[in-house]
């Protein structure tokens, strides 16, 4: 079958590498891609939010599976778009329709439906510029320091943690009234803080049934010992050690399992990943947020630990035949490293040549924020490349995945040398 991914980050690329590994894969496409997706897909310049020409595509290939990579378009309603399309319905697309993508689109929405469906998480209040006071009173009951959410998307910026009272009820006027993050903050959501440690559990589903993939922990910020500003990621281990089996079967009982019922339950048409992020308070599992699709760099330690074919699994969505299926799972521990430009996350500059990519041995180098350019791969993005490694526990992972790095090299590349400190 020919099959089209949707995206052009380090995720996506990842897609692009276990994909290519599947015999039911005849020819694939990546739309728009990066240098890394290159080498083993098709390249087709078209945004992911373009749906007329991902159409026309489709049809042109004769492609009969699309892979979305980022939230954006299952937000905007791609999954719906081929459903309401005869030319398009019999198409497999591997995420949530728009609906249910308000999981990931709304915080508000993500609350509701945890409370609704009896998951726990932390307690909470939403606000929009017409309840700013409110929102300032509901902060004085609350201890430091202060969780302030925009409900929509701001590409990961959007969550403020915050010491101070009064700087909370700046910052909570800022995002309501002066728009901070745009449309993202017309509302946002106050919860209080929870104090623990943080993972991902990720979820496939055919809406029916569902399988648990392997557990990850990233590290969000851009600093050693988890200082500095948010990112997209600078890394991710997996598994995770402090997650024992009693703590997965209680994530598994009070999350998993009533959050595939939920969407049952509100009749929610939901076909591919559920990327829940937890956090464990003492020793109980919470949810911080659902992301409707796989993270990123996590999905650059799940995949590569995932020994079946992936495109089989996907084929099940179909006829929500997923539980026919076995897992399989490599036992090695999985870390990656994130390469990121100079100045990321705030202002920095692209185009600088990434030089011996060739010399990596023993670790999987997923590009991210980096195209082709006359003969080179230069850099296009803030996160630029992710280098995989495999080894008994994370450690040895890890220890690989910089040695390798040694033999790379950009222009005021950075990377976060400490990952796994916390462990």
Known sequence: MNILILGSGGREHTFAWKISQSNLCDKLFVAPGNSGTAQIATNIAIGVNDFDAIKKLVIKESITMVVVGP???????????????????????VGPTQEAAQLEGSKEYAKEFMSRHNIPTAAYQSFTKDTVEEGHLFLETLNPPYVL????????????????????????????????????????????????????????????????????????????????????????????????????????????????????????????????????VGNDPKVIEY????????????????????????????DQTLDSKTITIDDRAATTVM????????????GKEIIGVENINDSIVFHAGAKNEDDKIVTSGGRVMAITSYGKDYKEALKKSYQNIENLHFDKMYYRKDLGFDL
């Open 71 to 93: 939230e954006d378009p299952l937000v905007n309603g791609v999954h719906d778009f081929f459903l309401n399309d005869s030319e398009l319905e019999h198409v497999i697309v």
């Open 149 to 280: 959410k925009a409900d929509g998307l701001a590409a990961g910026k959007g969550v403020l943690i915050i010491q101070d009272l009064e700087e909370a009820k700046q910052e909570l006027s800022n995002m309501l009234v002066d728009a901070k993050f745009g449309d993202a903050s017309s509302k946002v959501v106050i919860e209080e803080f929870l104090d623990g440690i943080e993972l991902s559990c990720f979820v496939l589903t055919d809406g029916k049934n569902y399988k648990v993939l392997p557990m990850a922990k990233d590290y969000k910020r851009i600093g050693e010992g988890d200082t500095g500003l948010n990112t997209g990621g600078m890394g991710a281990i997996s598994p995770v050690p402090f997650a024992d089996e009693v703590f997965k079967q209680k994530i598994e009982d009070s999350i998993v399992k009533p959050t595939i019922k939920g969407f049952q339950k509100d009749n929610l048409n939901y076909k591919g990943f559920v990327f829940i992020g937890l956090i464990k």
């Open 291 to 318: 992301n409707v699709r796989m993270g990123d760099p996590e999905t650059e330690v799940v995949l590569p630990r995932l020994k079946s074919d992936l495109v089989e699994l996907f084929q099940t969505f179909k």
């Open 339 to 350: 390469l990121v430009s100079g100045g990321y996350p705030e202002a920095y500059e692209k």
